[in-house]
């Protein structure tokens, strides 16, 4: 007899297949127009060898406490009291020794999408209700512009998918421009996972209303709705030059909408004194701006000539700022926009993001929240740029900037991570791992044995979204999903809810950490909450907890009409200031120029970054690494499945290069190659491909990072291309991370290949 199951990933909602305890299979959502293929690699990941099956203890550790944590060591299982007992007392210790300081519990990462069990939420909840600990700032999703966009938009909504709706899109728009492209496999996943797919459906639709697309990426996207879309290849890292380019031409031809930059900005005099050379004797026409980016002259003018003649929109992906000097595009683009003029306008202005996530435009009312489960203030208050973690345990004490003040970092003795796997996530890897044998004490909560969780000190086994009742949903998509229980817990693995609520008492916080409310209390919190909230703002009655858990979902009414960004701020920027320091747009900031910060200049302006194609650098490695999601596994999420592994050639990740780059190395399709820089080496295998640009090379992020243990200087042997990205914040202002920013060089693979099996460390009973 099969079970069929409803339940619930980032990449969509689907139904599990459940025969004699097993997952069988799944089944997508049947609202869900375009369903990921990564629902395909559930049930294998679920009964995979590389389950953590017992809580288990680093052996180095265990008997004396070593932190020579090689990725590679051998661990020792044990019952689950005693490591509970490890994990309460380690806890305990470094918190009476330096206090909330020395532990660290920003702990980054997506963890699963139902909401009750989302482990990072319950291991800030856990260390906050016990004193507090080191926080996280940001994301490395879009930290660069989340910190510029305040200084210019007065706010950073527009990250969270809350920029002009598709709808409005396709019943307004004449151009659309897409620096980044709209690479239709990223809106496959929504953070906490959607019932509906929708790009590919929206990008039809506007194909048949005869929108034109441009799309100006080193990359070329296809997909549905594509078909007839034009590609302007530009290097990596140089859409600044482009941006600040076309609106130098409108400028110079007297195109520039005066009376909207007049009546919604401040700056323009400054931005375009510096378009025009006055400050420096250098115009940034389009002919300056070709020798950086590429892009022909003439078609940088005559780009710029449509968009002033057409309704003109323009979206920027979040790669643009993940990226040495990141805040820089979004700026320009945001000045760019501003010079056209039709921001706020119905199907015109800039927007971020609508070919980076799922959800990104979606018509969703915002007066009902999404499923979340409450943070509490952290007491400590202390906490870092995301991704500086590695500057963090390096250098205790040292001193940096973030977004205008002056920071240090503490002297952390503990880190806690539970739904991260930083080992995939961070950048130049060699470095984290130098990084990571600083502190006492390691503590991870994994479902599979991730280099995180085999470069950790304690282990504890999290059951997977399928073995736990939940709740998910994304505040981007009106669905609310039910996540029903489909086995029972895999090997000794337990829910993150009760890990932490039995070290919450063992600490005598447990009231603190579960606010009262068991697992079953707080799935009807979370669902209460937006039943209310629908009631109250759309005065629509939702079914009682009980009739959406037997539905298995519930649909938010859709909003009343098409959301327009900026559109109040336009129609009477008097009395809809932004919350920006002159509550206008702000082209020129005097408050960023005010704070002297000489990376942080005071309004948009191209400098190269410290590596790009026009580096010194590109002399020897003259390709630049581009490393973008994968469409067959979320991050390091399923990466051993059999999507993403029947993706692989000659069992390795892909590197993408033109056609042309590989003839002139020799290497053929599929050829195993090295690909490395100053900072690492992996391996991977050759993908020719005329879709990416000369000069650039392409590999997804997520292949489970897998040194060579005899030899720590060795490639890499998944492919994981952070062996080789650049860690270094995009600016002292935004401090994100700088991973699209890497130069490397590719050669064919001489000699036997070195094996890369995926496997659990080697365990040892207590
Ligand atoms: N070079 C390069 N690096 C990048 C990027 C890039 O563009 N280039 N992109 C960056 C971006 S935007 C992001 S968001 C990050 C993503 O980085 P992460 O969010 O760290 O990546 P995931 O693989 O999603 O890691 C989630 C971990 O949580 C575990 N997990 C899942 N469910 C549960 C659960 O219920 N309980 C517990 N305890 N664990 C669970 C998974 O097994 C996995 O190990 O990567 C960043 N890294
Ligand atoms: N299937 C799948 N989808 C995902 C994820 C996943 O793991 N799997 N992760 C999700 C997450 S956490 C995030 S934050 C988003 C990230 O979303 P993005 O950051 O937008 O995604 P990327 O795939 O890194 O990059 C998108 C495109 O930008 C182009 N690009 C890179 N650098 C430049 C540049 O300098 N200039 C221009 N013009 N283009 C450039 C690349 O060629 C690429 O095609 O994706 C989300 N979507
Ligand atoms: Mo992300």
Request: one cysteine or more.
């Amino acid at each position: 007899m099969t079970r069929r199951v409803p339940s619930l990933a980032h990449w969509g909602a689907f139904t599990a297949l459940v025969e004699d305890g097993k997952v069988v299979g799944v089944e997508p959502f049947a609202r869900d127009p375009a369903p990921s293929p990564i629902l395909a690699s559930i049930p294998a990941m679920v009964h995979s060898p590389l389950r953590i099956a017992r809580p288990a203890v680093r052996e180095g550790w265990l008997t004396s406490r070593d932190r020579a944590r090689t990725g590679s060591d051998r661990f020792v299982e044990v019952p689950w009291d005693e490591a509970l007992g490890l994990v309460a007392d380690e806890v305990a210790r470094v918190r009476a020794e330096r206090g909330a300081d020395g532990i660290f519990g920003g702990s980054y990462g997506w963890s699963s999408a139902g909401r009750v069990h989302h482990a990072r939420s319950l291991v800030r909840r856990y260390l906050y209700a016990g004193g507090g600990c080191v926080d996280q700032t940001g994301n490395y999703s879009w930290g660069a512009a989340q910190m510029l966009l305040p200084h210019v938009i007065g706010g950073y909504e527009a990250l969270t998918g809350r920029v002009s709706d598709w709808d409005d899109l396709i019943a307004n728009t004449g151009l659309i421009v897409a620096f980044g492209g709209l690479p239709q496999k990223n809106a496959q996943v929504t953070s906490g996972g959607s019932g509906e797919h929708l790009l590919a459906g929206n990008l039809a639709k506007a194909r048949e209303k005869g929108i034109r697309i441009v799309m100006v990426s080193p990359t070329r996207d296809r997909g549905p709705g594509l078909e007839d879309a034009e590609w302007i290849p530009i290097r990596p890292h140089t859409d600044t030059a482009m941006l600040l380019a076309m609106a130098q031409s409108l400028v110079a031809a007297g195109r520039h909408d005066a009376v909207f930059l007049d009546r919604c900005c401040v700056g323009f005099e400054t931005f375009r004194d510096h378009l025009m050379g006055v400050s420096d004797g250098l115009a940034k026409t389009p002919e300056w701006a070709e020798g950086i980016c590429g892009v022909p002259a003439d078609r940088i003018a005559s780009l710029a000539r449509q968009a002033a003649d057409h309704r003109t929109y323009m979206t920027l992906t979040y790669s643009l700022q993940r990226a040495h000097r990141g805040e820089m595009p979004y700026w320009a683009g945001i000045a760019l926009a501003a010079t056209l003029g039709q921001i706020g306008l119905p199907g015109g202005g800039i927007g971020f993001g609508h070919g980076s996530m799922g959800g990104v435009g979606h018509p969703r009312r915002d007066d009902v929240p999404g499923p979340e489960i409450p943070l509490p203030r952290n007491p400590h208050g202390r906490s870092i740029p995301v991704a500086r973690i590695a500057d963090m345990l390096l250098e205790p004490g040292g001193a940096y900037r973030f977004d205008g003040r002056d920071e240090t970092y503490p002297d952390v003795g503990l880190i806690y991570w539970a739904g991260g796997n930083p080992f995939h996530h961070h950048q130049d890897l060699n470095r984290l791992r130098r990084a990571w044998e600083r502190p006492e004490t390691v503590i991870v909560h994994d479902v599979w044995w991730t280099a995180t969780a085999k470069a950790a000190d304690i282990v504890l086994p999290a059951t997977t979204m399928l073995e736990r009742d939940d709740v998910g949903g994304s505040s981007r998509d009106r669905f609310v999903l039910a996540m029903h229980k489909a086995i029972d817990p895999v090997g000794e693995a337990r829910n993150d809810l009760d890990i932490f609520t039995e070290l919450a008492a063992r600490a005598g916080v447990e009231r603190a950490f579960t606010g009262g409310l068991d697992a079953a209390g707080w799935r009807k919190w979370i669902y209460d909450r937006i039943r209310v909230a629908a009631k109250q703002a759309a005065g629509v009655t939702l079914p009682d907890f009980q009739g959406f858990w037997e539905a298995g979902f519930v649909e938010i009414p859709p909003p009343r009409r098409s959301f327009v960004m900026l559109a109040d701020f336009r129609g009477d920027p008097v009395h809809n200031p932004l919350k920006t320091a002159s509550g206008r747009i702000e082209i020129a900031s005097a408050g960023l120029a005010a704070r002297g910060d000489e990376d942080v200049p005071g309004h948009p302006l191209w400098r190269p970054p410290v590596e790009w194609l026009g580096a010194p650098a590109a002399a020897t490695h003259p390709l630049h690494l581009l490393t973008v999601q994968p469409a067959d596994r979320l991050h390091s999420q399923m990466a051993p499945g059999p999507v993403a592994q029947g993706n692989r050639l000659a069992g390795r990740e892909t590197i993408r290069i033109n056609p042309v780059e590989a003839a002139s190395r020799g290497i053929g399709p599929g050829d195993p190659v090295r690909v490395f820089n100053g900072r690492g080496a992996c391996i991977a295998a050759c993908l020719p491909d005329a879709d990416v640009m000369p000069g650039v090379a392409v590999m997804s992020t997520g292949a489970w990072f897998d040194p060579d243990p005899r030899d720590p200087g060795a490639a890499e042997r998944q492919g994981n291309p952070n062996v080789l990205t650049l860690d270094i914040g995009t600016s002292s202002l935004g401090q994100g991370t700088s991973a699209q920013t890497a130069l490397v060089q590719v050669e064919r693979w001489e000699g036997p290949l070195p094996p890369s099996r995926l496997a659990p460390p080697e365990l040892v009973p207590a």
